[in-house]
Each structure stands twice: as structure tokens, then as C-alpha cells.
């Protein structure tokens, strides 16, 4: 299983959101590319990046940060947070992101989302699959859906779909623990997913049955932030 540190950024700093509430925004570092190669230096190979100004404007917005992380550190990134239009995919790849996550655009337009996943490939692509109460949640998790989480990512594994990042929002920086039971569900109806756990990691623990659950991998944010979870910790983790 793949251990995945993630930056928020909100006006360019690292910051950390409970539940997806913009208010209560706490900040960690004003400088993103600091957090970044602390990371790497601990030996982690992966980053997930999320544009919280992108998601809430519809747009990308902190592109230079992406920039920076990725010609300044050779992590891995998957970017995401407002990526919907051809020319913001375009932006965040030639930024130098490996993979970009597409959560509102993959309600709002299928179509596009689709046609990025045959153009680009499914390595490139990342479903972001986002709930509350097992509803789909948009557009910085401020729009709400009726859709049901397994029946949406199940409608993108039939169009070739392989990584799904999901968050239960209400487990989201509250540091008790992922949604073991949402995880278990959606590979019990879809095992073949590489399917990323997100929100609410608050222990080594937490990461270990993931893994014995079978995750492709697992985002791990203010755990790491509020010294749950020591970078040491995790560098020898699952290798």
C-alpha cells in the first residue's frame, strides 16, 4: 500500500480544513515547498496535492504551487481541486503533475471526464469519489448530490476507470479514524478498484488495516501535521 502525504493549499499556504469547512482552516506552513521536501527527505515518494482556492473558485488556481513542488522535488504528485475544463488539465500537467483527480467534473460532465480518461490514459487519471453519507459531494465537498458513492464509481470502472480517491467527509481532519466500513464495501462490490483511503488516518494503526483491507493506497494529512504520526514512522511502512 502506497503512503501518500497531502498538502492543502489555500493563497499558497499549507493549511488543514475539518470536514471540508473553509472556517475552520488552520495554518501549518506558509511555505508548501518546505512541507514538500521534508517529506521526500523522510523517503516518502508520493504527494497529494489539493487546490482548496481551485475547488471553491472552479478553476485551478494555485498552479505555481504545483510548479514549484514538482520541479523542486521528485515526489510524485497527484493534483487536484478544480480541474474542469480541457485547458485546466492542460495547465496541471504541464505544471508537472503525474496524475490529476476529477471529483466535480466527473458529476457536472461525464462526457469530458471520459474523454480525459481515453486520452490520457487511466495511470493519468484519478476519480475523485467524494461522501457524505455515502452521497457523492462536490465542488470543495459545498454541493451536496443524491448519488450513491458505489453506484458513480461503479458507472466509471465500465468506462475504464482504475484509481478512485475517496474521502468520507464527515471522518475528514477529525482524526478518528478512516471509514474502514465504506473502504470494505466499495472492494467487496468493486475489487478490482485501486481504491485510495482519505480522511480521518490518525495512527499507524489505522494505516496497517487499510492495508489488510486491501488498499491501493492511503492520504495521510493532519495526523501527520498535529505529530499523531511521525514522519520516521512511515518511512519503512508497507515497503
Not at 12 to 27: E, F, H, Q
Amino acid at each position: 500500500m502506497r503512503i501518500i502525504p497531502a498538502i492543502d493549499i489555500i493563497e499558497g499556504k499549507c493549511v488543514r480544513l475539518s470536514k471540508g469547512d473553509y472556517n475552520t482552516k488552520k495554518i501549518y506552513n506558509e511555505n508548501p515547498l518546505e512541507v514538500a521536501k521534508s517529506f521526500e527527505d523522510s523517503g516518502l515518494q508520493y504527494l497529494h496535492l489539493v487546490d482548496l482556492d481551485g475547488a471553491k473558485a472552479k478553476q485551478i488556481i494555485n498552479w505555481k504551487v504545483l510548479e514549484k513542488l514538482a520541479s523542486r522535488t521528485n515526489l510524485i504528485i497527484d493534483f487536484g481541486g478544480g480541474i474542469q475544463s480541457n485547458e485546466d488539465l492542460k495547465v496541471a500537467f504541464e505544471s508537472g503533475a503525474a496524475q490529476i483527480t476529477g471529483g466535480s467534473i466527473a458529476v457536472k460532465d461525464p462526457i469530458l471526464f471520459t474523454g480525459w480518461i481515453t486520452a490520457y490514459g487511466a495511470e493519468k487519471i484519478i476519480l475523485g469519489a467524494d461522501a457524505q453519507d455515502e452521497k457523492i459531494a462536490i465542488s470543495g465537498w459545498q454541493e451536496s448530490t443524491e448519488t450513491p458513492i458505489d453506484d458513480f464509481i461503479k458507472g466509471y470502472v465500465e468506462t475504464g476507470i482504475e484509481y478512485v480517491v475517496s474521502t468520507d467527509i464527515a471522518k475528514d481532519g477529525m482524526l478518528e479514524g478512516p471509514s474502514f466500513e465504506l473502504y470494505e464495501s466499495i472492494l467487496k462490490k468493486l475489487p478490482k478498484v485501486k481504491l485510495v483511503a482519505s480522511g480521518g488516518v490518525s495512527s499507524i494503526e489505522d494505516l496497517v488495516r487499510l492495508k489488510e483491507l486491501g488498499l491501493n493506497g492511503a492520504i495521510v494529512g493532519k495526523a501527520i501535521y498535529e505529530g499523531f504520526i511521525q514522519l520516521e514512522e512511515l518511512r519503512d511502512l508497507f515497503e
